[in-house]
């Protein structure tokens, strides 16, 4: 679970530059490249804790 939110990091934001290109242009490319980075940070978060909770459980 963890590693997906790792790979997220790489994918979200290139799969947002790609798609804010071809609908926006440039100044696309770069609001969907952060807007696909916060989501990414988000992710990762969400699965960060959800480790740091199943190893307290234990």
């Given amino acids: 679970m963890f590693a997906i939110g790792c790979l997220a990091l790489i994918v979200l934001p290139l799969a947002g530059l790609a798609l804010g290109g071809f609908l926006a ?28 909770a199943a190893a307290r459980r234990r």
């Fill in 25 to 52: 242009g440039p100044t696309g490319a770069k609001w969907g490249a952060g807007i696909g980075f916060a989501i990414a940070l988000g992710l990762c978060g969400v699965t960060g804790y959800a480790l740091v």
